[in-house]
């Protein structure tokens, strides 16, 4: 079932308890007495009669271009930065310092203040943000704390889907996300953080009740100029806890301090893999993990809570999904859940989709996965964990490539990491969008070392070659835009699936043995 934005409840917003909420520098125009704004957006194709149109200024265009288009369109009220031109008479305009935080703080109001009626958890970092927010989200719901999810592509609440663009929505999107959690009965939200919508102040004004960092590698330079830059926008997250928040860290990362240097000792929660806990990073709690058995699905751990220690396994294969599931548990914890309240619900979890997704079944004879690494960190530790995984004499191949208008400068860095990780590698393109997909490959291969590679610019036919090259105790893993079911080329998004064509691929090929010899040359 698919839920929309457009069904979340809304308040009656009068244009004096308008005035009130933002912090303006002045007005102009003028408005019926007596308005009530019906609607809130930031896109002018959206505009009805009665609504209220934010200006804001975005990295590909800028809103106010659009103002004069709003209030044709019937816009009772606009909020913008700069006065245009030409003033409507039938219009309301209010200029303020910064667009996008009063539209957060419209949004708030417009929505009923649904999310101060939540206990919000962010969780944010560059890689495992979506396993361990879904893991959260379904600890919570497993121990009788009904929670939605907000995170990549997806909203979710109960057994309702709501299709999102961005990680983080927009602030007007994301309020009326919590007030369809309010209606639904929730009384927790847990959302995926990104930097950019830190910076953007897609978050502006939200009290979260706990925060979450997994950790932090090169990602996103093409948004911030430096990964100082790009950390400090991270760190931003952990100044927006309630008074009675608490932060969870993972303590093995060389940017936990950092993040944790502005919150009190007893607000903080480490989490660990090491045999010893860091003294880095002071903290009222630690959390461990012992991995005591790991097959190429499972993990089996022994979860150290501050009070005793639980042997449990968990449907998902690695450390760095380990550290996920020990984020997860920490977060229970900080919540009141007991222990075994904790380690049943988790134990009772499979894999994410697009996050080391198994898509082959028992009768191939290998093993087929879909993850949604596409940062060099990310494609590191999924290689190291496949390799150590898997059977003895097999062979590990990999198709991935890297997505276009995005950091150019990590491309041949998993280039390196790919040759040295993966025994047979196709080259394939990712999500192109602006870019030739070929200058793509081009700089992806100047990191390859050896020959033990092939370029296959076509995606489909890359993961058909992939198939056709197994032979019994391979694995295969496609990489890079795990859960999508979209290629984006040229400012269109295309249907694709990798699962998809996986499957089709392996019907064909019966039982999955090929005769061929690899030919990834």
């Known amino acids: 079932m698919t839920l929309s934005i457009k069904c979340a409840r809304r308040q009656a917003l009068h244009l004096d308890v308008l005035l009130n909420t933002v912090t303006s520098l002045g007005h102009a ?25 934010v200006a804001v200024r975005g990295y590909c265009t800028d809103g106010h271009r659009f103002i004069q288009s709003a209030v044709e369109g019937g816009a009772a009220v606009v909020i913008c930065e700069e006065f245009p031109s030409d003033i409507a008479s039938s219009c309301l305009y209010i200029q303020v310092v910064d667009a996008r935080r009063a539209l957060a703080r419209v949004a708030r109001l417009f929505y009923g203040e649904a999310g101060d009626q939540l206990m919000i958890i962010g969780v944010t970092g560059t890689n495992g943000k979506t396993t361990t927010a879904r893991l959260i989200t379904a600890m919570l719901n497993a121990s009788g704390i009904p929670a939605g999810y907000i995170g990549t592509n997806l909203c979710r609440i109960g057994e309702c889907d709501i299709p999102l663009e961005r990680t983080t929505p927009e602030a007007h999107e994301l309020h009326a996300l919590f007030a369809l959690m309010v209606e639904a009965g929730c009384r927790a939200a847990v959302m995926e953080v990104s930097s950019h919508a830190l910076v953007l102040q897609r978050v502006y004004g939200i009290r979260f009740h706990a925060a979450l960092f997994t950790n932090l590698t090169r990602e996103h330079l093409d948004f911030h100029a430096t990964m100082d830059e790009y950390a400090l926008a991270k760190q931003q997250l952990f100044d927006q806890l309630t008074p009675e928040g608490f932060a969870v860290f993972n303590s093995d990362d060389s940017f936990a301090m950092q993040m944790a240097s502005r919150l009190a000792s007893e607000k903080i929660y480490c989490c660990t893999l090491q045999s010893r806990f860091s003294e880095q990073v002071r903290c009222r709690y ?49 919540m009141a859940l ?24 028992d009768s191939q004879g290998y093993s087929v996965f879909v993850d949604y690494a596409h940062t060099p960190d990310a494609l590191f530790k999924v290689l190291e964990i496949i390799r150590q995984l898997k059977p003895p004499d097999s062979r590990l191949v990999l198709v991935f490539g890297c997505g276009g208008n995005r950091d150019r400068a990590k491309r041949p860095d998993m280039g390196r990491i790919a040759s040295e990780g993966a025994d047979e590698i196709i080259l394939t393109s990712d999500n192109p969008r602006d870019e030739d997909p070929e200058i793509i ?14 370029r296959i610019c076509d995606r489909a036919e890359a993961i058909t070659r992939a198939v056709g090259m197994l032979r019994a105790g391979d694995v295969l893993l496609v990489a890079g835009k795990g859960h999508e079911r979209y290629q984006e080329i040229a400012g269109e998004k295309y249907p694709f699936s990798d699962q998809e064509h996986l499957i089709r691929n392996m019907r064909q090929n019966g039982a999955g043995y090929s005769a061929k010899e690899s030919v990834c040359r």
């Open 29 to 53: 125009g003028e408005v019926v007495p007596g308005t009530v704004v019906q609607h809130v957006t930031i896109d002018s194709r959206e505009v009805q009669p009665g609504s209220l149109f």
């Open 286 to 334: 630690h959390f461990a993990a012992d991995i005591l058995q790991s097959t190429l699905d499972s993990s089996t751990v022994a979860i150290h809570f501050p009070e005793r220690v639980i042997t449990m396994e968990v449907g998902l294969p690695g450390s760095f999904n380990v550290m996920n599931v020990l984020e997860a548990a920490a977060i229970g914890a900080g």
């Open 338 to 361: 007991s222990p075994e309240e904790i380690c049943q619900s988790l134990s009772a979890i499979s894999a994410v989709d697009g996050r080391m997704e198994r898509v082959s079944g």
């Open 441 to 454: 490959l081009d700089e992806i291969e100047r990191g390859i070392t050896g020959d033990h590679y092939l």
